[in-house]
């Protein structure tokens, strides 16, 4: 069957149509994305201003156009941190609906984390034992661990690369107080919930998903060591490179190797991030999962067909 996941997420409206049936992988299809970074469209007041909204509809609307034409057999939408945190999230959601046809399902950030765990476990496999992994998105990061398909723990930070961008990185580059501040910070939200991981044990396996991390892994990871090497991200190399990356011009960013032009005026921030919430729950490396909060969906829709266990 044909199934349309669209996730509306703090820095991009993403749709991805796959081909998919139980038991077997999703075989991508269709990808499109709209580069919004709706963090930059939220007040002081936790509103998503007018104009805000307006390129929410219009990039939902072409998603909507293009998985029309794609001939689904369902449709998926999701909206994540930026939306479910708006504190006018829901008149936006009922805007969406009325103007695109769209009813966009707000997960909650625990959801997010159990969702992208789920895609990780069926990508790697039972064998992998037990799994600690790091998601960074636009609004949040989620860090989740367990040795079954859904992890014991699952828990949900603000602390978004797009998010943590605003809020603390004001000047472009940003200053060495700026980074110092947002290194500070992180390290303190994240404390907040290390005790529930240090009671889960050593992971056997540390995987990182999502484009930001995937981004620092081209750029950052382990080269020369084996055919999959890119793969690879060790905590050494991040730290080296992070504050190197902070002195570049977002503007300049994207020709370093990996980074995207979408990614270019969050990366840092992101790499900070990640860098504090791996030295915090004693990570030296990780390996980068293709598979992320999307294929999540789709697994998720899969197993609760009627006949999916028979």
């Not at 609307?61 to 479910?84: C, N, V, W, Y």
């Not at 950030?109 to 765990?117: D, M, N, P, Q, V």
């Not at 039972?126 to 828990?155: H, T, Y």
């Amino acid at each position: 069957m044909r199934l349309g996941v669209l996730d509306v997420g703090s820095n991009t409206v993403h749709l991805l149509v796959v081909d998919a049936h139980p038991g077997a992988g999703p075989i991508p299809m269709t990808d499109h994305k709209s580069v919004l970074r709706l963090m930059r469209y939220i007040g002081p007041d936790g509103r998503i201003s007018d104009e805000g909204v307006a390129a929410l509809i219009d990039a939902v609307s072409a998603a909507a156009r293009i998985a029309d034409e794609a001939g689904l057999d369902a449709f998926l939408p999701m909206a994540t941190s930026a939306i479910r945190e708006a504190t006018n999230g829901p008149e936006t959601l009922a805007l969406i609906l009325s103007q695109t046809g769209v009813d966009l399902q707000v997960l909650t950030g625990e959801e997010e984390a159990r969702l992208t765990f789920l895609a990780i476990r069926r990508w790697y496999g039972w064998s992998a034992g037990n799994i600690l992994v790091f998601d960074i998105g636009g609004g949040s990061l989620e860090i989740s661990q367990g040795s079954d398909e859904m992890p014991d723990i699952a828990v949900s930070l603000p602390l978004g690369a797009g998010r943590t961008t605003v809020s603390h990185l004001h000047s472009d580059p940003p200053t060495a107080e700026q980074t110092q501040s947002l290194a500070e910070h992180a390290r303190s939200v994240i404390t907040e919930v290390l005790p529930r991981f240090l009671e889960q044990g050593t992971p056997d396996h540390i995987v990182g998903s999502s484009k930001t991390i995937r981004s620092l892994a081209k750029l950052a990871g382990s080269s020369g060591e084996s055919s999959d090497s890119r793969s690879r991200l060790s905590l050494k190399r991040l730290a080296d490179w992070v504050p190197r990356i902070a002195m570049i011009p977002a503007t300049a960013r994207h020709a370093l190797p990996g980074i995207t032009e979408d990614r270019a005026f969050q990366i840092a921030a992101g790499g900070i991030v990640l860098r504090e919430a791996m030295t915090a729950l004693d990570a030296p490396a990780l390996e980068v999962s293709p598979w992320a909060l999307r294929e999540g969906v789709i697994m998720r829709y899969l197993d609760q067909l009627p006949d999916a266990h028979s």
